[in-house]
């Protein structure tokens, strides 16, 4: 058993049993201020300031209202199989890709490895970054 798979809406729904089921997995002891961890949360990524706030149940469907239809055909085309076995939605839709959804994903995937790239620096850098970002918005 090298995998565990949570939904995002069982997590929103029941983020406690669904943590202590986490922390079991992983060989952790489930601690209360776990639940709390929105008040020991400082994102500097703009994509990240919901980690400042406690669990929000409007999360859930958040994305049916800000993504399109362009958007939500992709990530249909992309993970068509696991959104079935997950009980997703899954209308007919268009499998091919357009050029400009593959140029989308490839940034995507671009940017995410940028990122992994960044967090990977020492942290003297990463507070140098933060501080040039800061002095120049």
Do not use: A
Not at 45 to 52: D, E, G, M, T, Y
Not at 98 to 112: A, M, Q
Not at 115 to 130: G, T, V
């Amino acid at each position: 058993n090298k995998f565990i798979t949570i939904k995002y809406e069982d997590l929103i729904n029941n983020p406690e049993k669904k943590l202590k089921i986490i922390c079991k997995f992983l060989n952790l002891q489930f601690e209360r201020k776990m639940m709390e961890f929105y008040k020991y949360q400082n994102p500097k990524i703009k994509w990240h300031k919901n980690l400042k706030k406690p669990v929000d149940k409007k999360m859930i469907s958040k994305w049916k209202k800000q993504l399109n239809y362009s958007d939500l055909n992709t990530i249909k085309k992309i993970c068509g199989e696991l959104g079935k076995k997950y009980k997703y939605n899954n209308k007919k839709i268009n499998d091919k890709l357009t050029v400009f959804e593959c140029f989308g994903i490839f940034i995507g995937w671009f940017r995410t490895e940028l990122e992994m790239i960044f967090f990977k620096l020492p942290i003297q850098l990463r507070i140098i970054y933060f501080k040039i970002q800061k002095h120049y918005s």
